[in-house]
Nanobody
Framework: QVQLVESGGGLVQAGGSLRLSCVAS????????MGWYRQAPGKQRELVAL???????NYADSVKGRFTSSRDNAKNTVYLQMNSLKPEDTAVYYC?????????WGQGTQVTVSS
């Protein structure tokens, strides 16, 4: 099973930016999709962005135009650039990777946006 390690979370004011990174413990070239989910207190985990092998990306409507996700297969890393952050973006953000056998998850990184 692959290990996914997130970094880059923290506290930011509304309107600010953060960049999350997720490094995989092995080659991600053949992963079907990699991306990000988030879970706010008292809410279900929800999709934020998924990047396919063909580098097309799907975004949740709530983050379109503000968030950008990309994957660097050479570095075994997926990124989430978050701009124009809002208090409702506050959540634990989880890295996700589909290696064609199992769905893999990181441990999560907290993002808190203050108003």
């Amino acid at each position: 099973q692959v290990q996914l390690v997130e970094s880059g979370g923290g506290l930011v004011q509304a309107g600010g930016s953060l960049r999350l990174s997720c490094v995989a413990s092995r080659n991600i070239f053949f992963f079907n999709t990699m991306g990000w989910y988030r879970q706010a207190p008292g809410k279900q985990r929800e999709l934020v962005a998924l990047v396919s092998r063909g580098v097309s990306t799907n975004y949740a409507d709530s983050v379109k135009g503000r968030f950008t996700s990309s994957r660097d297969n050479a570095k075994n890393t997926v990124y989430l650039q978050m701009n124009s952050l809002k208090p409702e973006d506050t959540a634990v953000y989880y890295c996700y990777g589909d290696d064609r056998l199992v769905n893999n998850w990181g441990q999560g990184t907290q993002v808190t946006v203050s108003s």
